[in-house]
């Protein structure tokens, strides 16, 4: 019979494991975050508001930005959607 003391040494609980990533996905370059289940949890959309205060720009000339294809992004009904590496990719090409 495992006590307590058995899993404290070395040996983790199997719902510690679960939260355990694979190596790879240690890296910070890693944009991405895992779930507990070890699938992508895909990056957070920013609403018009916050992904044009990023910029420094008037929402609405990013969405226009956005309707001509000079920025990605995702139309959800009458609202605009971005992601923040599309944003941040964007202004780097402007410097590049």
Do not use: C
Request: charged share 25%; glycine share 8%; proline share 6%.
């Amino acid at each position: 019979m495992k006590t307590l003391d058995d899993h404290a040494v070395g040996n983790p609980k199997p719902e510690q494991e679960l939260h355990r990533s694979p190596a790879k996905y240690r890296d910070p370059g890693v944009s991405q975050a895992l779930s507990l289940r070890g699938s992508v949890v895909p990056e957070r959309l920013i609403d018009s508001d916050e992904a044009a205060a990023i910029i420094g720009i008037h929402p609405k000339t990013l969405q226009k930005m956005a309707r001509h294809g000079v920025v990605r992004g995702i139309r959800v009904g009458k609202l605009w959607r971005f992601r923040a590496s599309a944003i941040d990719q964007w202004i780097v090409q402007q410097f590049g």
